[in-house]
């Protein structure tokens, strides 16, 4: 079975300063990793995604995540924060051995907000 | 070009009566996946199809619930005696096809049911 943890539910950063929200996985086999973030009232948009080469996966609107295979974790940055990017994120993951499922597995999300 | 859509985007119902949910996919998206969201919670998988038929439907709670795909397009996921736990946002995802599954998966802004 594979799982997503997303340890913080609610994230505060000041616009400008750095900001880290934080996944762990657990799958068999390695894993397909994806960030996705949720505005109010609208549908997931995807934002990055580690499939295999460079732990650095660079995404969309300034976003990045860093993959760590000994800590199974996934790790969504960001070095400059903006009001803008305050939303619900979600980090998922699939095994991509030959066996595994094809739908993702969602971690229960974490609120970003960032503050003027 | 136009992303997946879904509707209606708000259905409320009562108890024990039918409903269906539509998805219409990213043109030339083989893969189709619904998700349900219950609020404060990560998207769950329900069922995902290749083409016109059901690859995985070990999501699906009960027998209440069914979906199809007749022409590898559009998708109806169908509701039957609906419950007040059925309440939640429907979420319908695309993905095109590659030979490993890693594309990402694009999805709709959701249906909102409301079982009274």
């Known amino acids: 079975a594979q799982s997503v943890a997303q340890p913080e539910d609610q994230v505060n950063v000041a616009e400008g300063n750095p900001l880290t929200v934080k996944c762990t996985y657990s799958?068999?086999?390695?894993?397909?990793l994806f960030w996705y973030v949720q505005y109010p009232n609208r549908g997931l948009q995807f934002l990055l995604k580690y499939i295999t080469g460079d732990n650095l996966v660079k995404g969309s609107y300034g976003f990045e995540a860093e993959f760590n295979k000994s800590q199974t974790s996934f790790h969504l940055k960001k070095p400059s924060a903006l009001v803008s990017d305050s939303a619900l994120y979600f980090c998922a993951v699939r095994g991509f051995s030959s066996g595994s499922a094809r739908q993702l597995t969602f971690g229960s999300g974490t609120q970003l907000t960032v503050l003027p | 070009g136009a992303g997946v859509s879904q509707t209606p985007s708000n259905k409320v119902t009562e108890k024990g009566k039918y409903v269906e949910l539509r998805c219409d996919p990213i043109?030339?998206?083989?893969?189709l996946y619904w998700y349900r969201q219950s609020l404060g919670q990560g998207p769950e998988f329900l069922i995902y199809f290749q083409g016109t038929g059901a690859a995985d439907d070990s999501g699906l709670p009960n027998d209440r619930f069914f979906a199809v795909r007749p022409e590898g397009s559009v998708s109806t996921l169908k509701i039957q005696r609906t419950e007040r736990g059925d309440s939640a946002v429907y979420l319908c995802?695309?993905?095109?096809?590659?030979?490993?599954?890693?594309?990402?998966?694009?999805f709709g802004p959701g249906t909102r049911l409301t079982v009274l």
């Open positions: 799958v068999s086999g390695n894993p397909y």
């Open positions: 043109s030339g998206h083989t893969a």
């Open positions: 995802a695309s993905s095109s096809m590659g030979l490993a599954g890693y594309h990402e998966q694009f």
